[in-house]
């Protein structure tokens, strides 16, 4: 399975971006049966939980620090999943990750997570 992050860019403060994650080596069918998950990290810092959707897109989860901003979301027929970031603030400055997992529901915990993309660099000037 590969996943492969696009959308990043740079925006000023208040702006929007959508993150998308495409994964290949992998069914529809199979593709549907994983959760998935948007992570970031900045030089320094551990890699934090950004928001998480279960494999049929019903359960979301957000950190606190994007809830109400940040909207996730997923196409299965696509095997494609989003993440759609308005009033970006310069805190949300990170290279931003996405991951699948077996896991049932959605996660914010990294070790429930087997794929990883490269990442997509974001940056928020103020």
């Known amino acids: 399975v590969q996943l492969v992050e696009s959308g990043g860019g740079s925006v000023q403060s208040g702006g929007s971006l959508r993150l998308s994650c495409a994964a290949s080596?992998?069914?529809?069918?199979?593709?549907?049966?994983?959760?998935m998950g948007w992570f970031r990290q900045t030089p320094g810092k551990e890699r934090e939980g950004v928001s998480s959707i279960s494999r049929n897109g019903v359960f979301r989860r957000y950190s606190d620090a994007v809830r109400g901003r940040f909207t996730i979301s997923r196409d299965n027929a696509k095997n494609t999943g989003y993440l759609q970031m308005n009033t970006l603030k310069p805190e949300d400055t990170a290279m931003y990750y996405c991951?699948?997992?077996?896991?049932?529901?959605?996660?914010?915990?990294?070790?429930?997570?087997?794929?990883w993309g490269q990442g997509t660099q974001v940056t928020v000037s103020s």
């Open positions: 991951a699948t997992g077996s896991r049932v529901g959605s996660s914010l915990t990294e070790s429930d997570y087997t794929y």
């Open positions: 080596g992998i069914t529809h069918y199979s593709y549907g049966r994983v959760c």
